[in-house]
Nanobody
């Protein structure tokens, strides 16, 4: 049974850092990507990073580029999101999600391409 479980959300001051974790289980395919998405109150869900678990290429939108870093470890059982220089606009519920893709076309890394979602972890940036 495929599962994604996030952890690490917390209250942090502006300018601070936080690392989120996404524990993976039940994955048997070689061709999947893990994305981190966030959704603030009354806003749509947006992607903040994507990691291709086959070739380890990454994607970041301009809003978080140079501040957020996505990574995994050798066994590929956990995907991390290191978030630096946080500001109040980063306050959101953060989700990790899995997208299975055709190797001939690559990962989409968009909300519409997601096949499985985790339950989310809350990040609050405030004084």
């Amino acid at each position: 049974q495929l599962q994604l479980v996030e952890s690490g959300g917390d209250l942090v001051q502006p300018g601070g850092s936080l690392r989120l974790s996404c524990a993976l289980s039940g994955f048997t395919s070689d061709y999947y990507a893990i994305g981190w998405f966030r959704q603030a109150p009354e806003k749509g869900r947006e992607g903040v990073s994507c990691l291709n678990m086959n070739d380890f290429t990454t994607y970041y939108p301009d809003s978080v580029k140079d501040r957020f870093i996505v990574s995994t470890e050798g066994a590929k059982r956990t995907v991390y999101l290191q978030m630096n220089n946080l500001n109040p606009e980063d306050t959101s519920l953060y989700y990790c999600a899995a997208e299975f893709f055709d190797p001939d076309f690559g990962a989409d890394c968009q909300v519409a391409g997601v096949h499985f979602w985790g339950g989310g972890t809350l990040v609050s940036v405030s004084t």
